[in-house]
């Protein structure tokens, strides 16, 4: 639904008043359309548009996601990941798959492939397929160096059918609409409960920082078309908290629990208070984020922050079934 109102904000172009619109539109890609949220603003005084710092990001982010689920081509952590599984540098990957100079490198900075470079690249994943591409380029390389990239190969770990610490912190988790189109990163993972734990002065309630984890994701969301920490939400009773919450927090080293006891009333604190442990998983961004989400709520008591989790869309739209919550509502985010 498209939305409109005036926002703090001179116009660059006459120093006048700015209109803000937000709405969905359809969009196009590679012949196809995708239904993407917009933002941009209007001069008052002229009506001529103009963009916000971020919006061209955000617009391809989404249409991006979806484009790769649809088709199921790798996002660009993932084409990272397989080559450095082989050991292999640009010019290697290069000749071995076909691709131009310089195509591959491209693709792990994000550009997305034509969709029979991206399922080349996930059967890529399996050894014997990398194994059999690049026999198909054996006269590309030198004798000794097809050896030696022949037994990097063939020594690769195989690829797990499961990550167990992933499996444990994500369960089933799939990756799309319903994970922010991110990565299941437990690293980051990690480091964002451990973040937000110490912006709370080193204890919260599970419950205040299941809304902690809900706003960053989807404001992350909201700003770049991808949530920071690839968790899926579902609405429950108390408002909107990540899957699994409790055994993530249970087993993230160096997170504690303690029982209060307040007016015969029992409730969990969890407890984080290690300064010396270096964030190193989060990008400036992300952190960026995080800051901005805990300045807001770390003022607020568990029920204030319960009340506003309660007016959001995301909620009253899905708790009557307990269901999962689509990142597409981070745009109707009413308290931050």
Known sequence: MKTERYIDMKS?????????VEDIE??????????????YCICEDTGEQFSLEGQDDL??????????????????????????????????????TGFGTNQWKQYEQGVVPSESNGKMIAAMSKKQCMLDLLESSRSEFQDSEYVKIHARISAAPELPKFNPEQQLFY???KRGLYNG?????????????????????????????????????????????????????????????????????DNIVGVTKS???????????????????????????????????????????????????????????NEQTHSFIPYSEAFNLKAI
């Open 181 to 249: 189109y991110s990565e299941m990163n437990v690293a980051k993972l990690k480091d964002m409960v451990r973040f937000l734990i110490q912006k709370e002065c080193g204890y919260v309630c599970p419950t205040k920082l299941n809304k902690e984890m809900f706003y960053a994701d989807f404001l992350h969301f909201r700003k770049y078309g991808k949530s920071i920490s690839g968790l899926h939400y579902r609405a429950i009773q108390y408002g909107p908290v990540p899957e699994h919450f409790d055994t993530i927090y």
């Open 259 to 317: 029982i209060i006891i307040t007016n015969d009333c029992e409730s969990v604190r969890l407890h984080y208070d290690n300064e010396d442990q270096q964030i190193t998983a989060l990008t400036k961004e992300e952190i960026d984020t995080l800051t901005e989400i805990s300045s807001i709520l770390q003022p607020k008591r568990t029920s204030e922050v319960i009340e506003m989790s309660h007016n959001e869309t995301a909620w009253s739209n």
């Open 59 to 96: 617009t391809l982010n989404q249409i991006y996601g979806q484009y790769r689920i649809k088709h199921g081509i790798p996002f660009a952590d993932e084409i990272v990941s397989i080559r450095e599984r082989y050991g292999l540098n640009y010019t290697q990957i290069s000749k071995i």
């Open 12 to 20: 660059p172009l006459t120093g006048g008043r700015v209109k803000l």
């Open 171 to 173: 369960g089933q988790t």
């Open 26 to 39: 359809k969009q196009e890609f590679r012949n196809e359309k995708f239904s993407v949220h917009v933002r």
